[in-house]
């Protein structure tokens, strides 16, 4: 089936999601958005979530995607069981992918997360881990200063450290987590630097490459996987300034994944798009 899958964050962090589908899926199209210019959703309410997320969802279902990748841990705490209740496609979030990675990670059932104040205040991946496994030890953060900053495109150097160490100095504290969750899709961007505060001990875990692996089986169990050979264009749009959108999507996907995207302005709730 030819249509494409359509992914959502709240900016640039479903990237990362985005970047794993492309390799783990390379037939398949990818129509995603990114709300940058009403990022960051981790501080909002529970409502707004959902009413953006929902404005999100709408835009892609206009261009008739076959299925949906909520790429964002604070829309899919707050809107993956509504989405999944009233969309008659398949939609997928990122947390019970998280989770499922995360356990098969760890080896001693002490795993830390880390997320946004939104994704932390659910208590998602608590309940995910738990849904599980009953014997898990869950020490859940939010960071808050971490999605403005990798927004601003400011993932290495001084800056990041400092706010990096600050951010998980409650975090640093326990001994026994030998796994970490990056229970938000922008953090990613920040990995190395995290691993290194965090210490080789800890197993950084991102839900990208689970999420994926996943959306993978899901097309195969719907009969919905693109077996044309045409190699995708993908179509990437944001709500906020295309330029610094354009710089981070450069980081992540280096040639030949670039050459594949087209990135352009959509204006959410109008129901038109402007190209860049
Ligand atoms: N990438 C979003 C997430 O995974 C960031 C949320 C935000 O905008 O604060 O939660």
Redesign the pocket.
């Known amino acids: 089936m030819e249509q494409a899958i359509g992914v959502i964050?709240?900016?640039?962090?479903?990237l990362t999601v985005a970047y794993e589908l492309m390799r783990q899926l390379p037939k398949e199209k990818l129509i995603y958005l990114g709300?940058t210019a009403r990022?960051?959703?981790?501080?909002?309410s529970e409502e707004e979530v959902k009413q953006f997320t929902w404005e999100l969802v709408d835009f892609l279902l206009e261009k008739n995607i076959k299925m949906l990748v909520v790429?964002?841990?604070?829309?899919?705490?707050f809107t993956l069981q509504e989405l999944q209740g009233k969309l008659d496609i398949p939609v997928i979030g990122?947390i019970q992918p998280g989770a499922r990675a995360a356990i098969k990670f760890t080896r001693n059932n002490n795993i830390g997360v880390i997320?946004?104040?939104?994704?932390i205040r659910s208590e998602a991946y608590t309940k995910a881990l738990e849904s599980i496994h009953s014997n898990i030890k869950v020490n859940a953060l939010a960071c808050?200063l971490f999605?403005p900053m990798v927004?601003q495109g400011i993932l290495t150097g001084t800056k990041a450290q400092e706010v990096v160490e600050s951010s998980l100095l409650p975090l640093r504290d326990d001994k026994d987590m030998d796994t970490l969750i990056l229970?938000?899709?922008?953090?990613p961007l920040l990995k190395p630097t995290i691993q290194d505060v965090m210490g080789e001990q800890v197993t950084v875990i991102s839900s990208s490459e689970e999420t994926a692996r996943e959306t993978s089986t899901i097309l195969d169990v719907h009969k919905i996987i693109n077996t044309s050979e045409v190699i995708p264009v993908h179509q990437f749009y944001t709500t906020g300034e295309l330029e610094i959108f354009v710089e981070i999507s450069k980081s992540i996907f280096q040639d030949p994944y670039l050459q594949m995207v087209t990135i352009k302005q959509a204006q959410i709730g109008l129901g038109q798009t402007q190209n860049s």
């Open positions: 964050d709240s900016g640039v962090g479903g709300d990022c960051p959703y981790g501080p909002r790429a964002c841990n604070t829309a899919t705490a990122v997320g946004t104040e939104g994704t808050p999605v927004e229970g938000c899709t922008h953090y």
